[in-house]
């Protein structure tokens, strides 16, 4: 399993609690390859009856039919648990750490790496090939083109306190999630002074703070918003529904978003968990997020472009000071 880089074991301050589409496109997992790098996996698995425990932050229309095609070739049961659009990624990563000595968890399936990496310092995760990023998407601004152009459309995040989109912009909760990452670091990139003032000033806005990404783009392209912060997928699940909708390009601002696997740390672990997370990294399975627009692309960043580039352990360390600071500002 190949890994990100990892930095030093500490221990984190505490942080607070918080069906989809059919599985029929899933047909091409069957690839006989695919079934031939499972058996190989496999082999020293000898109980068909196997069963792994999966933590799954990505979406459950697009890891659900994923998870099954793995259970098929392998003959491994998967007990799969969601977390909730409103309190995505942070409700599991929550959960894993109050399960720290007595973990239920055998794999976590995330959908960005902030917290991923939270879990990592805190020993969540096996010592050694603990964790792995995978692909990528982003963070967008949408535009709904029926009230305004993408050329009219404020590029820059900082542009969104003026007066003019007073009402007018849609974001999820900034305490979770994507929209959570995004903000902690933009607070890096524009110090932190600049960085507050900002969020003061869109709050002071009135934006429309919505439960999830999804729900950004479903309320922009119904006309109740005009921009909307969310990610590439939902902007393009949107499209696919016929929204009228577009996207503003990447720039300086863009988070770009990686999927991750890892494994749970547990007195024994289980052999399948390993095999999971290959078959989540091979290039098949990465292929069916991408044609589904779960992911923009298998690299693991966009080559030539400018987009953030965080200092994760810096971000680390601020984590409960920034999340305070974004409950002071958006929860009054």
Same mark, same amino acid.
């Given at each position: 399993?190949?890994?990100? /880089? ?9 942080? =607070? %609690? ?34 792994? &425990?999966?933590?799954?932050?990505? #979406? ?5 039919? +994923? ?20 309190? $995505? ?9 109050? =399960? ?11 959908? =960005? ?11 969540? %995760? ?14 967008? +601004? ?39 990452? /995004? %903000? /902690? ?10 960085? =507050?003032?900002?969020? @003061?000033?869109?709050?002071?806005? $009135? ?26 997928? #939902? ?7 016929? %929204? ?11 988070? &770009? ?6 494994? +749970?740390? @547990? ?56 999340? $305070? ?8």
């Amino acid at each position: 399993m190949t890994t990100e /880089h990892h930095h030093p074991r500490k221990t984190l301050p505490r942080d =607070e %609690f918080g069906r989809g589409e059919s599985c029929q496109w899933i047909v091409v997992a069957a690839v006989p390859v695919i079934v031939l790098l499972l058996a190989i996996a496999l082999k020293t698995i000898g109980d068909p009856t196997n069963r792994l &425990v999966v933590y799954c932050a990505q #979406d459950m229309t697009y890891a659900e039919p +994923i998870l099954a095609a793995f259970e098929q070739a392998s003959g491994v049961k998967i007990a799969a648990v969601y977390d909730s659009e409103a309190v $995505k990624t942070v409700g599991l990563a929550n959960r894993l750490l109050a =399960e720290r000595k007595n973990p239920q968890c055998d794999v976590f399936w995330g959908n =960005e790496e902030l917290r991923t990496r939270q879990l990592d310092a805190a020993g969540i %995760f096996l010592e050694t090939n603990a964790w792995a990023a995978f692909g990528y998407r982003s963070r967008r +601004i949408v535009v709904n083109t029926n009230k305004l152009s993408l050329q009219d459309a404020p590029r820059s995040l900082l542009d969104l306190t003026n007066s003019i989109w007073r009402d007018k912009v849609a974001l999820a909760y900034p305490q979770f999630g994507t929209t959570a990452t /995004h %903000f /902690h670091a933009l607070r890096q990139y524009w110090g932190p002074e600049l960085w =507050e003032a900002w969020c @003061k000033a869109l709050a002071n806005n $009135k934006p429309l703070i919505m439960e999830g990404n999804s729900s950004v783009v479903k309320v922009v392209a119904a006309g109740a918003a005009c921009i909307g912060l969310t990610d590439s997928d #939902d902007i393009a699940v949107g499209q696919r529904e016929g %929204f009228t909708i577009a996207a503003q390009p990447m720039n300086s601002e863009t988070l &770009v978003i990686p999927n991750t696997v890892a494994l +749970i740390r @547990k007195p024994k672990p289980n052999e399948a968990a390993a095999a999971l997370a290959r078959y989540l990294q091979q290039p098949g399975t990465i292929e069916m997020l991408i044609k589904r627009n779960a992911l923009e692309s298998a690299q693991r960043s966009p080559t030539g472009l400018n987009t953030l580039q965080p200092d994760w352990d810096a971000l680390l360390r601020d984590l409960d000071a920034t999340g $305070k600071q974004l409950s002071d500002v958006f929860l009054r």
